[in-house]
């Protein structure tokens, strides 16, 4: 069985990598022990480098490289089509091409704790879940 394809919004991300003890953890795991499929787009790579940037995390280039290299090598990258696929419109433009990946890269849910994202979950055809309903989801 293949493990369920994820579109992981930057939050979720961000999360994962930076905050150790939070309770975004089991992501990285999930990740790295495959049970996940990370989806990423040269939108959403772009966005998460943007924000990695920050001066608030106080990350280095080298840090920062580390970070991508604990995420990038399991993600399946997913060239977008031109046009891309017609998704809803979402109050936060930034949020966009997290929608476009999860049509483009057939995933089975996108994953976030935005609000913005969150209320287009009834409307949108792929799974908009939280990262605690993706957990419950998943085996073990």
Partial sequence: MSPPRLVLDTNVLLSALLFRSAAMTWLRSAWQSESILPLASRDTVSELLRILGYPKFGLTAPDRDD??????????????PV???????CRDPL???????????????????????????????????TPAEMKSRLPG
């Avoid at 046009?83 to 419109?89: A, I, L």
């Avoid at 999860?102 to 287009?120: E, N, S, W």
């Fill in 67 to 80: 970070l991508l290299a604990d995420y990038l090598p399991w993600c399946e990258t997913v060239t977008i």
């Fill in 83 to 89: 046009p891309p696929p017609t998704t809803p419109e």
């Fill in 95 to 129: 949020d966009q091409p997290f929608l476009v990946l999860a049509l483009a890269g057939r995933a089975d849910a996108l994953v976030t704790g935005d609000r913005d994202l969150l209320t287009l979950a009834d409307s949108f055809t792929v799974p908009i879940l």
